[in-house]
C-alpha cells in the first residue's frame, strides 16, 4: 500500500519510515513534489493534523497520513503543547528548550508527556490515532540524537534522554511510534 505522510520534516519521515513494515511504502510530500508550507491554525494536535492530511488529500485524492505532537508539561499548564515547535517565537529547537528550561527553574513538578496525534484519510474517511508516553524534563540538555525536546525528555522508567537513546530503542517507546504501531493495526484491519 502506498500512503503519504503529510510531513516536510525528514527526521519524523526517517523515524515513521524505520518502523512500517515493507508492506507500507511511505512517502513524504518531498517525495511527491508538494513544496508549500501548510499553515497549522488549528487549537489542538487534532485540528491541525486534519489541517494537513486534507490539504493533501484534496490536492492529491490519495490515502494520506498527517501528525501533529507536542510536549505538554504538567507545571506549565499543558505549555508548550500546541505550540510546541514555535514555543520561543523562532522556530528554533535549541530556543525551544532554552525557554522551556527558563520557565521550569522555580518549578518543583518536572512531569510532562509528549503526544502525537495521527489523522489518517484512507479512501475518503478520516479517523485519528494517538501516541503518548509520559516522562519528566531534566535541566540541562542530554544526548546528539532525536529532534525537538528530546534531549531534555527522559520517558518514565528510563534513565536516559530520548535524544542519548538510540533510535531503535526510541522507535519502541516514543509517543510517535505508539501511534504508528496503531497505524499499522488500523491499516491491517481495514
Request: net charge negative; proline share 2%.
Amino acid at each position: 500500500m502506498e500512503l503519504i505522510f503529510a510531513s516536510h520534516n525528514e527526521n519524523k519521515v526517517k523515524e515513521i519510515r524505520a518502523i512500517l513494515p515493507e508492506s507500507i511504502h511511505l512517502l513524504s510530500l518531498n517525495d511527491i513534489g508538494f513544496h508549500e508550507e501548510i499553515e497549522e491554525t488549528g487549537n489542538t494536535l487534532e485540528e491541525n493534523a486534519q489541517i494537513k492530511a486534507e490539504t493533501i488529500y484534496n490536492q492529491t485524492g490519495e490515502n494520506v497520513f498527517a501528525d501533529d505532537s507536542g510536549l505538554f508539561v504538567d507545571a506549565l499548564d499543558g505549555a508548550p503543547g500546541v505550540f510546541s515547535a514555535r514555543y520561543a517565537g523562532t522556530g528554533n529547537s535549541k530556543d525551544n528548550i532554552r525557554k522551556l528550561i527558563d520557565e521550569l527553574k522555580n518549578k518543583e513538578s518536572r512531569n510532562a508527556s509528549f503526544q502525537a496525534v495521527f489523522c489518517i484519510i484512507l479512501n475518503g474517511k478520516i479517523d485519528f490515532l494517538k501516541g503518548e508516553i509520559n516522562g519528566k524534563i531534566i535541566q540541562e540538555e542530554k544526548g546528539t540524537d532525536g529532534f525537538g525536546y528530546d534531549p531534555v525528555f527522559i520517558p518514565d522508567g528510563y534513565e536516559k534522554t530520548f535524544a542519548e537513546m538510540d533510535s531503535e530503542m526510541k522507535n519502541q517507546i516514543s509517543h510517535r511510534a505508539k501511534a504508528v504501531q496503531k497505524l499499522i493495526t488500523f491499516i491491517q484491519n481495514i
